[in-house]
């Protein structure tokens, strides 16, 4: 039925594949008949999907490593707490004021162990496909206002107040995303501009549009952003050099960039060599 070299091709590919090695460029489809090039194609896919697999292995464990990394400081430090807490109300002369405060601060981090197990949660319903971003036409005016009610009573404790001017226009800018998620990726973005903001500051918020994309801009007037920090910001638990002190874990930036790029968006920011101030823009498609 099958001429001796279509054989021995045939079992090549089949070793080939086999083996690990099968590359679909190693073959001229020209020369092969019909069946030989359909199972060529059979073993192209099998390579593929083992390839994917294998990349799909990788980031679980990753993502498995991050998690451990991540939860490690808040449980320790609730633990420690816990104890301090145990030996002051043990003690022959308790302090009312260190009870206060180690109990304060055992809710500080369980605070901290939540957000960072629900943003986990997120992301990994997100990057698994499991929680599906719906884009429709939607205000943007409608978006901002939203967010800033949200981050508002944080605002509120440093005295941080919204300019909306853009947003408050009665004519409303129409782009197409998923207000829920959309809404977390904005909540994110100015829940730092608040975080790193001097107390008393402002938070501007402006709205522009190009062709393609309907724009939030986000502006503190924080200390600014770096050229090296603005290429990894964005990086799943990077953290800026200059705010390793600072409250966060650093997955809200990592979290808006993916929520985004699910709706065709997408998000930058503008680095300023003189330090003052740091900008986000949300590209949000139309």
Request: charged share 30%; proline share 1%.
């Amino acid at each position: 039925m099958f001429g001796n070299k279509v054989i021995e091709r045939l079992d090549r590919m089949l070793d080939d594949a086999m083996n690990g090695t099968f590359s679909e460029s190693s073959y001229d489809e020209t020369k092969l008949s019909r069946l030989e090039s359909r199972w060529k194609e059979f073993l192209g896919t099998s390579v593929l999907s083992n390839q994917n697999l294998e990349a799909e292995r990788h980031r679980l464990e990753q993502f498995i490593s991050d998690i451990s990394h991540q939860t490690k400081t808040p449980m320790t430090n609730i633990k420690m707490y816990t104890e301090l807490l145990c030996e002051e109300v043990n003690a022959a002369d308790p302090s009312v004021e260190r009870i206060k405060k180690y109990a304060e601060e055992i809710g500080r981090q369980n605070e901290r162990l939540e957000f960072l197990i629900d943003s986990l949660t997120k992301l990994s319903r997100l990057e698994s496909g499991t929680l599906e971003v719906v884009a429709a036409h939607s205000s943007i005016n409608e978006l901002v206002k939203a967010g800033v009610a949200a981050v508002k009573p944080k605002a509120d404790k440093k005295k941080i107040s919204f300019v909306t001017a853009d947003a408050e226009k009665e004519t409303s800018t129409i782009a197409n995303f998923d207000m829920k998620w959309t809404l977390e990726a904005l909540i994110n973005v100015l829940d730092n501009a608040v975080k790193y903001s001097p107390e008393g500051g402002k938070v501007f918020i402006n709205l522009s549009e190009t062709e393609m994309y309907a724009a939030i801009h986000v502006i503190d007037e924080g200390q600014g952003i770096t050229e090296e920090d603005a290429a990894r910001i964005f990086g799943r638990f990077y953290r800026g050099s200059d705010v390793q002190q600072d409250e966060g874990v650093g997955i809200g930036l990592y979290l808006t960039r993916e929520i985004l790029s699910k709706e065709d968006g997408y998000i930058k920011v503008v680095s300023n060599e003189n330090r003052k101030g740091g900008e986000f823009i949300l590209y949000l498609r139309k």
